[in-house]
T-cell receptor, first 111, second 116 residues
Framework: DVKVTQSSRYLVKRTGEKVFLECVQD?????MFWYRQDPGLGLRLIYFSYDVKMKEKGDIPEGYSVSREKKERFSLILESASTNQTSMYLC??????????FGDGTRLSIL | AQKITQTQPGMFVQEKEAVTLDCTYDTSDQSYGLFWYKQPSSGEMIFLIY??????QNATEGRYSLNFQKARKSANLVISASQLGDSAMYFCAMRASTGANSKLTFGKGITLSVRP
């Protein structure tokens, strides 16, 4: 089975902090994604990557950056966290036309 | 641009009955894929079923089937013999099959509650 692991299920940070959300997959998938999920808005794509060191902006990249130094790891970075970035963050990966497989999500609160 | 519409409010179904969750989509692409995911209250997204735009038969996976009506641009999920564990949020999503562009566009989701 595909395993997508997000480093934290719950995270509390303060405004202005630099926040790192880590995602690791164990199936050699070339494509990886970061979404945020908010009530009534569904999932919105922040960034995605289809290869090591490659990244593409999604629909809502403002306030975020990403890093993909190794194929199995895709990191989401909040450079200076703000309260409007309090949300559920979901990482996903897949290969080719296979379905995306998701991690368990990180519920991030910015105080 | 692609768009997924899920407009049903919270849905309720009696245990062991069937339920249909609606999804309509809009795309100008000829080749695309449609997905349904389940999200229990614990938060993980679970892949349920996939339908390709050129698939002639409706997809089925156990108790899940996808009622695909291409001309109407609808891809409704049918859950047969509902179980209490089916209570969750359900998301419809679409992906254009255009090579490296493998992004999914999600609907806003539908909450399903199964009553004992």
């Amino acid at each position: 089975d595909v395993k997508v692991t997000q480093s934290s299920r719950y995270l509390v940070k303060r405004t202005g902090e630099k926040v790192f959300l880590e995602c690791v997959q164990d199936m050699d998938h070339e494509n990886m994604f970061w979404y945020r999920q908010d009530p009534g808005l569904g999932l919105r794509l922040i960034y995605f990557s289809y290869d090591v060191k490659m990244k593409e902006k999604g629909d809502i990249p403002e306030g975020y950056s990403v890093s993909r130094e190794k194929k199995e790891r895709f990191s989401l970075i909040l450079e200076s966290a703000s309260t409007n970035q309090t949300s559920m963050y979901l990482c996903a990966s897949h290969r080719g036309y296979q379905p995306q497989h998701f991690g368990d999500g990180t519920r991030l609160s910015i105080l | 641009a692609q768009k997924i519409t899920q407009t049903q409010p919270g849905m309720f179904v009696q245990e062991k009955e069937a339920v249909t969750l609606d999804c309509t989509y809009d795309t100008s692409d000829q080749s695309y894929g449609l997905f349904w995911y389940k999200q229990p209250s614990s938060g993980e997204m679970i892949f349920l079923i996939y339908q390709g735009s050129y698939d002639e038969q409706n997809a089925t996976e156990g108790r899940y089937s996808l009622n695909f009506q291409k001309a109407r641009k609808s891809a409704n999920l049918v859950i047969s013999a509902s179980q209490l564990g089916d209570s969750a949020m359900y998301f419809c999503a679409m992906r254009a099959s255009t090579g490296a562009n493998s992004k999914l566009t999600f609907g806003k989701g539908i909450t399903l509650s199964v009553r004992p």
